[in-house]
Nanobody, 124 residues
Framework: QVQLVESGGGLVQAGGSLRLSCAASGRTSSPKAMGWFRQAPGKERELVAAISWKGSMTNYADSVKGRFTISRDNAKNTLYLQMNSLKPEDTAVYYC?????????????????WGQGTQVTVSS
């Protein structure tokens, strides 16, 4: 089991930046593949970015490429999402997710562990 706790969300003006963090903890398992997902009101949850266990592979949604950067510090069991040039359409609840068996996946249904989510609101 892995517990995930996100932080860093908030209200920001368009063009601004936020950095999300996700702290992972667990007695018997450590996260391998990790990702950030988001869900806007009335929309399905979607992948924002994913990162492999050692950080050698990343994947981004087309809508955030060039603006968002996913990274991780395995020594601290922490996942990050640096979000720059934020747009109103980035407004959503952002979720951290982890898989303790796969070193890499971008499939939402292959992430069994999820955080509670953190709200990001971008005003125009």
């Amino acid at each position: 089991q892995v517990q995930l706790v996100e932080s860093g969300g908030g209200l920001v003006q368009a063009g601004g930046s936020l950095r999300l963090s996700c702290a992972a903890s667990g007695r018997t398992s450590s996260p391998k593949a990790m990702g950030w997902f988001r869900q806007a009101p009335g929309k399905e949850r979607e992948l924002v970015a994913a990162i492999s266990w050692k950080g050698s592979m990343t994947n981004y949604a087309d809508s955030v490429k060039g603006r968002f950067t996913i990274s991780r510090d395995n020594a601290k069991n922490t996942l990050y999402l640096q979000m720059n040039s934020l747009k109103p359409e980035d407004t959503a609840v952002y979720y951290c997710a982890a898989n303790t068996q796969y070193t890499w996946t971008i499939r939402q249904n292959e992430y069994p562990f999820w955080g509670q989510g953190t709200q990001v609101t971008v005003s125009s």
